[in-house]
């Protein structure tokens, strides 16, 4: 096999693997942000959920020791 053959050929490889890889990382980032953005709602949910929690043990304790 001749130099120039060695090359095409490894060319032939590589190109579509860098193609393929640089997809792939795009697709991960991609992900990891929506991640993220789910995690940041998720968070503001159950903090809004111990807020009202605790809005509900205060009227609860106000209601009880006003007697």
Known sequence: M???QM???ALAVIIPL???LLCSNSRIT?????LRAEMIA???????GFERL??????????????
């Open 2 to 4: 001749t130099d120039v």
């Open 7 to 9: 090359m095409t050929l």
């Open 18 to 20: 860098s193609i393929l």
């Open 30 to 34: 991609e992900a990891k942000e929506t």
């Open 42 to 48: 998720l968070r503001m949910e159950i903090k809004a």
């Open 54 to 67: 605790e809005a509900k043990l205060n009227i609860h304790g106000m209601e009880h020791h006003r007697r």
